[in-house]
């Protein structure tokens, strides 16, 4: 099993940044990818970035350019630093870890809000 561990969501004005953290505990060998997805009200969760144990990083096309994906492997942590957020940003975000054996874990999500 994998505990996952979401910090770092708030209020920001448009244009504003904000940076998501999320600590893995537990089954840390067991971890290929790490990501961030989000769900905006009304609408489905969606993949934002996920970057692979090896291999390149991934994001939607809609956050290209404007944030960006990290993982620090010695503190089991990955973060997703978002500049130039903007109100279609909104909605709560959730830390994704992908096994090896494609099992998929989350967390319990935190809200991100950008007023206009």
């Known amino acids: 099993q994998v505990q996952l561990v979401e910090s770092g969501g708030g209020l920001v004005q448009a244009g504003g940044s904000l940076r998501l953290s999320c600590a893995a505990s537990?089954?840390?060998?067991?971890?290929?990818?790490l990501g961030w997805y989000r769900q905006a009200p009304g609408k489905e969760r969606e993949l934002v970035a996920a970057i692979p144990h090896v291999g390149t990083t991934n994001y939607a096309d809609s956050v290209k350019g404007r944030f960006t994906i990290s993982r620090d492997s010695g503190k089991n942590t990955v973060y997703l630093q978002m500049n130039s957020l903007q109100p279609e940003d909104t909605g709560i975000y959730y830390c994704n870890a992908r096994s090896w054996g494609d099992k998929y874990y989350w967390g319990q999500g935190t809200q991100v809000t950008v007023s206009s």
């Open positions: 537990g089954s840390i060998f067991s971890i290929n990818v």
